[in-house]
């Protein structure tokens, strides 16, 4: 099949293929029988997502030969809990899933997390495969093996690194989301330009992301594969985030803190927050001399031309203010020692690890980002 490209993630003995196109859900059964040992698997998805994508997949999967059972969660970041954590593991130790069989995670980044978490201590360990249904998803969470589910005390302070057996991200799926969903979702594919290749900005600028936006098949296979070849080479590099992964988070503790102060939910979806984030961080960037006024103006700008909003008056209701927003920034995981690091950037496409931001200037860029919302 030509339409189908192949991006290998490069962990010794952890080797795994991320495999993007259209068509994929439906033809998942010969993607995964090399995986399995008996011809059965488990599938944990939402409600939303199997009105879609459930039945061709588990017509893909017996056309294979293989049987499956599936847990149907509810939609929603709430999912992301001790609740349903135990839910999934207890199922599927109740559906006799052994050590040597794979789990099937077939929705966006919430099911990829709970699934691969809940895989990741089942028995001590078994594979699992993500089949990401969100743009959000495939472009970064069903990649790198980060798994894991929320506290009280914040998003995925609970987890651990287990990395998929196979990734099968089908651009077709893309086609149901909901349009702000995929909007939001694209704010991760302009940070992987943002933080480390301009010359993938400058493609999305020049109208490849309208492309993607509109559906365009090619756009949108280009651009994910783009993203995710990115994200293998820096995970191969740093898969525990000891250095250079966290530059994956650029826009992400701006965006942790908004999340946290608009309560998670549909004031403002995590991609949104991080399409802001990212232009907090050029800001933030330009205030402390690094990089050019050209740069925050130029993310902006892109943004705005598409339709999302680069700026924190887009959000509805009530937020707080400089110093309440940066409280919530000090509980992000970046933060070592009570010192706050952020993700910076000297030119677009060059960003890098900041140690102790300035804590003046931070409020600065955000005071005067709240004011522009009066
Ligand atoms: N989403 C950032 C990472 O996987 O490291």
């Not at 909003?309 to 970046?334: E, F, S, V």
């Not at 960003?351 to 522009?372: G, H, K, N, S, T």
Request: aromatic share 4%; net charge negative.
């Amino acid at each position: 099949m030509t339409r189908i490209e192949t991006v290998q993630v490069g962990l010794e003995g952890r080797d795994y293929a991320v495999r993007i196109g259209p068509g994929l859900i439906a033809r998942a059964g010969t993607e995964i029988a090399p995986l399995l040992a008996r011809a059965r698997v488990a599938i944990v998805t939402d409600a939303q997502v199997a009105a879609h994508h459930l039945a061709p997949l588990q017509d893909g999967l017996a056309q294979a030969g293989i049987e499956s059972s599936t847990l149907t969660l509810p939609a929603g970041e709430a999912t992301k809990s001790w609740a349903e954590l135990t839910h999934v593991v207890e199922w599927l130790l109740a559906e006799r899933i052994e050590r040597r069989d794979v789990v099937l995670a077939l929705g966006g980044g919430v099911i990829g997390d709970l699934a691969g978490f809940a895989a990741a201590i089942l028995r001590r360990g078994v594979r699992f495969v993500q089949i990401p249904t969100t743009l959000l998803a495939q472009v970064d969470s069903s990649v790198g093996g980060k798994t894991g589910i929320n506290s009280a005390h914040g998003k995925n302070l609970v987890g651990a690194f287990h990395q998929p057996a196979l990734v099968l991200a089908d651009t077709a799926a893309l086609d149901t989301l909901p349009p702000r969903d995929l909007r939001a979702g694209y704010g991760e594919v302009v940070k992987y330009g943002l933080l480390g290749d301009a010359a993938f900005f400058d493609w999305l600028d020049d109208g490849a992301a309208a492309a993607l936006l509109a559906g365009q098949e090619a756009a949108r296979r280009e651009a994910v594969r783009r993203c995710v070849a990115m994200k293998a080479a820096i995970v191969a590099r740093d898969e525990t985030e000891e250095g250079e992964r966290a530059l994956l988070n650029l826009g992400h503790t701006f965006c942790h803190a908004l999340e946290a102060a608009t309560g998670y939910g549909d004031r403002l979806l995590h991609g949104e927050g991080v399409a802001l984030g990212c232009v907090l961080a050029f800001e933030l960037s330009h205030r402390l001399g690094l990089c050019s006024r050209e740069a925050p103006e130029r993310v902006r700008a892109h943004l705005r031309g598409l339709g999302i909003a680069a700026d924190p008056g887009a959000i509805a209701g009530p937020l707080p203010d400089a110093d309440g927003l940066i409280a919530l920034m000090a509980q992000d995981k970046k933060v070592r020692d009570g010192q706050l690091r952020l993700i910076l950037a000297r030119a677009i496409g060059a960003a890098f690890i900041a140690e102790d931001v300035d804590r003046r200037a931070l409020a600065e860029v955000l005071a005067q980002a709240l004011a522009a919302r009066r």
